[in-house]
């Protein structure tokens, strides 16, 4: 496998049957791993949870055979509120299932800015940092004032109007003047940590 | 005249010709009050202090005539920076040539968010705020949720790439979950102004 | 709570269940204010009447609670017809629920521009304006030429082909020739109100 | 020839060299008609005026030739200012090039809606209006709604920040809840007047 | 009522109830005038034809009452396939209700160009054309070279990928390079059936 | 090389220096080919003159080096008019310095449809076309109505106001109804080129 | 018929009584040619597969009749994964409908360099490439650089979030470093399958 | 100081004197480290040589000041060719400025993978690879399938027509199939080495 770590189904666009079936080679070829299905319908939920044990559902993601150990760094995933919880959770439980020690901040809005700064020392406690947003998608410029660490931000299709499905977060994101923030796709929590696990290899005295 | 006040030349895009003909016309109906020119090219500011007395110039903005004595409530100007001035400062000047009190707050941004939060008290201390900024153009949803008084967004044309002229910052600003953030098209600080006017003409007791 | 006023929940997205629970929050931690949900499918409509006593509904949105006193200026909610009533109501139950006298005036469009001026003095009676339009999104522009106060545009998503879900309404808000006018939002009645009681407390003596 | 009336160089993009040569062949095959050229540069224009005798120059356009005696019906041209005069002038100067009396009413704009009203009689007097709006383009709305005349709407790229070069007024015009308006593109005042040559040759005894 | 014609309910995003209540008023008001229903979804139109007699169905448009007979000129709705047709239906049966004598030529597109060409002298016969045309909507360029009659443009949303909902159509015939050719929004057969009611009333003798 | 044939500096961007050097290292490593600079400046193509011998100009392109025997089949490129010119000559030369006969068929449009079918036997007479539009940019879909041979479209950013730089004719030509057209970059005549020699390659007795 | 080969009915947006009688059609004027119906929804499909004998089907299409020898040269078809399959099957069924010999090889990503390369053999066997590529779209790019064969790229419309329905694969190949390539409309499997039979009769000795 | 490190002036926009004094400013705080300022026109950057000592330039960038010793990992910045060197290098001397050992490796593109693959082993030796590329910007998806480090992708505005001014390879970037890219805004060279800086201090034993 390219790298080294829990795969994932993405099974928007497939039948429930494709995407246990591809589970079912993930889980063959390395059984010593999790497999992940993101984007799933409730049909297919049901048939990922007759077809497996162990199974962990978090909205529409499904997790197959038990998480590893954590054995890298540690990962903070925030977001703002409800809406975007299945996008951070996506972000969650694939970096849980990568290894990575990873908590949730939820609650914290740029619109709330005192609220958020309650939780600055927490925010500094992290070696990654993976900030997720809809609407405006302005958290990510505000918490990468407060730390140093990686920042990764991962805009959210939540938002009506102007928002045009997730693009108006996307370019705050984008074009955003605190420095060193990177970007991934709308919605793609499963990518943010991807990109913390690469990361986190880095500190990683056993690897290579 | 509509709206019993100060007006303005649009210079973009004229002559200077063109621009102080209107400046004249405009003097001559009312006298007793100062007439704008903004976006003028140097050649035009040029021609404009040379065709009138008591001219006042921000980078590229002329009023001709003194101001009034404020008689409206206070308003606040604020942005994030250098490259926001010239937007700033378009809402700065007319606000006072609209006959409104009115403060700059420069080089607060989002991502040095104590810095901005040590000018808390201040920015309570207006009637109305004009929040100013390019690029991301976050600011106004952090200002949003530090008052309750009228709030007005002001998205400018600075940045690169996917700023795409500003649009990244009127998405941000229309998308803000600060609630009760209101929008002017990108760079108009002319029209933050007038709204302004418009706003704190409610408190006026001398009015209709 | 952030701005002392009515509160509400976006209900698009969420469960009726999430709803009916967000909105038993906002009511327990404030009993004297109505709490609001917008943008409710018709079975979220059914589980809020279900769950609570004294609910008004107007198309998509719920107030649960008692409406409070008028105690501000008043506000003048304008529509040019049916299309657009469902966010005119957003607008018109909001401002209600924060305090606000608001009255609605429909069907004045502007390609029957006499049907229109026969409103010009009553337009001009309110202390607040909110416009709402969709397709060309003109109305605010005309609206505004005939009163000095302030004036939010309301942008909807009704139309087809090039409206592109409310864009063109947007832009025609955005770039308006009526100076002084500020936008929100596609089909954000919620926000106009918001911004309607931000104005109309710089007229409030027991404020602050 | 194709349309059997005077033709236009479109000379945006040509050398003044080209301009000349294309202008004078035009001159040759119909030496009875006049030949114009849109969108040309002041080297263009000196250039043509140094070629040609007799040549009518209106901001960018030159025509060259007499202009032939009004054969058709009445078109009025409308816009709100000066800055969409040079496309104004296009149409009209090409529909009197086109043998049609031509009229200008320039200065009546949305937001003054009381100084359009002023001119309803003399709107419904003209066989075609061609009405031309730059920024958010709402003028062929109102106009249409007071006659019941063909009515041609010419977006201009007049603006700035979201009018993004003459698509909001784009938009608005295509988007107009007046029934029965037509639309062609931004800044393109000689096709405007060439539908109106379509329309009037429908009311001319003596063709086919 | 404004235009002195047949009048439509747009039934898109409206209750079959809301539709026949809609026709009714129309009926009443003007009993000797059809009225239409555009954009009906079939239970719609069940519930017209329910509650009407002399209902004529085309696809998704409802007439109530009896076409007039024809006193204006004579209409050609040209498009190219079966996929257009429900736009040239709008446009056709618009026209008639409107009292005008109205041909529909289909199977004819840019592509097949003898097909087109056998056709030649038949467009040449109708007083206004009006072009309907999806995809790359190239038609209307071709017919207007073949006939100097008024043109209108009908680019309609059928298409996939790169079509982007009528979008490149509609920018087609925005950018034809056949002089004066007019158009509508997407999807607008019943505006372009109101255009050509404003030019052969320019024919009528008995106006005004 | 990658590909066995001639090469091009795309010299917009570069200064002539670069383009000179660039082309010098083209010319040394394979001195048997003709070696391009497409896009350049004045500048530029006078500094190519005056480092070489033998250089071949066509507006913007400079060609270092003889033409090779024409050896493969032949190309037919066509467009509408002169504003098209620069892109059709792109192509033009290129296919010539890639060794294919290449021919150019000028002054042909969609909207004097009867001046394209008196070439109809020529346009056949083809191995390969190349048709390059601007504006709306259907030349393409009539041609391929026309013959079998491969069709390769290349729109032009070629036009004003809703042509967006070549968008609209881009969109038309992906939109095509006309089966088997395929579309490259805008004005990239010389990727066009390149694609008809990868087709006349399949003909090439001598090849692999 | 056009193009002599077979033909094919676009199903979406069509009711399957509708598909079933074009298909007839279709069949009845060329019995010895199989009949193609593409983007058939699965009611469509058994309506088909009801009405005819020997239907082959994949995914969303149906091919009616027997597929002929192949007589032309051969077709690869490339793509990374199961979600672009439905296209890629479109092009491969289409090419085998119009007698080309065409081989499929699908799982082979531009992420994962080394499993592509391990096929550049046979890759470089058939004489027409179409790559078909969702998401980024970068698979042409990197299979042009191994073959000097004709190359059709064919962006498909899977992907989320930023790929915006297909547009970022479409661009990506519009844009493709890898000179030569040409573009099909997103999703068009039946476009690119007719464009390689436009290149492979070039080689066909008993043509014309 | 916010991060610890060098820091940049913006100079697209600024007159020299501004960047000078922002220079000044710059040095003064933190004299023992250097300072940028990135987007020089030709007239700023002889200003800046101007002013101080010591100043190291690169195209449109200049560096006032040593560079510190690398204490940090190795950074490896990736690009196709000429065209994309100015963000390559704004990204490599702003990685040595923040004391990263920085390499650059140019002239390897996805069209001519063996190139690329010959540097296999090299882009595994660096801790972190920041990957420029305009036009398509494919290259960052084939680099990260082939090391497991984290990855950096950086689009440029470089290209033409449908590129977009660097939407293209933006898009292209944010849908990338290989796991864990993440992406900065376009032209972004500085913030492409702020995020390195940001990712290499998780590594840094002295950090804290
Ligand atoms: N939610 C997600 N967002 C982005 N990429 C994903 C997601 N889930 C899975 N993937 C990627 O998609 C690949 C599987 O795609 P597929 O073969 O279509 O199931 C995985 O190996 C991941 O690289
Ligand atoms: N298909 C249509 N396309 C565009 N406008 C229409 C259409 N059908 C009706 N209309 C217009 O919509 C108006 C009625 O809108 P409504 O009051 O929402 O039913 C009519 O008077 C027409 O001007
Ligand atoms: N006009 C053009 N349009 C598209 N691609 C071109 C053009 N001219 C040159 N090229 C390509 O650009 C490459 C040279 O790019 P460069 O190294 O930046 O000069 C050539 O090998 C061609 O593949
Ligand atoms: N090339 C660049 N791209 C993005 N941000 C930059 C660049 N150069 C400088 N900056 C940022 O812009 C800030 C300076 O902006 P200013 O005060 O307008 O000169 C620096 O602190 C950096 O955060
Ligand atoms: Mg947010
Ligand atoms: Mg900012
Ligand atoms: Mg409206
Ligand atoms: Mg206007
Ligand atoms: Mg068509
Ligand atoms: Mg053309
Ligand atoms: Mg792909
Ligand atoms: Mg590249």
């Not at 999790?34 to 162990?54: M, N, S, W």
């Not at 509120?81 to 996008?87: A, I, K, M, Q, R």
């Not at 004032?145 to 009506?160: F, M, Q």
């Amino acid at each position: 496998r390219r790298t080294g770590a829990a795969e994932a189904v993405f099974a928007a666009g497939k039948t429930p049957d494709q995407v246990v079936r591809a589970l079912t080679e993930l889980r063959n070829a390395h059984p010593e791993l999790p497999a992940l299905a993101t984007r799933c319908e409730p049909a297919c939920l049901e048939a990922v949870k007759a077809a497996f044990d162990g199974v962990t559902v978090a909205e529409t993601l499904a997790v197959v055979g038990d998480f590893p150990e954590p054995s890298l760094g540690t990962v903070g995933v925030v977001c703002a509120g409800t809406s975007d919880l299945p996008v951070a959770h996506e972000a969650l439980y694939t970096s849980r299932a990568l290894a990575m020690e990873t908590h949730l901040i939820a609650d914290v809005g740029v619109a709330g800015i005192h609220r958020l700064l309650a939780q600055e020392e927490r925010l500094r406690s992290f070696s990654v940092l993976v900030v997720v947003a809809g609407m405006e998608g302005a958290l990510p410029s505000v918490v990468a004032g407060l730390t140093d660490r990686p920042l990764i931000a991962v805009p959210t299709s939540v938002g009506y109007g102007a928002s045009f499905g997730g693009l108006s977060a996307l370019l705050t994101m984008l074009n955003s003047c605190a420095p060193g923030i990177t970007t991934v796709n709308i919605d793609n929590g499963f990518g943010a940590a991807q990109a913390a696990l690469r990361m986190l290899r880095l500190t990683d005295q056993t690897k290579d």
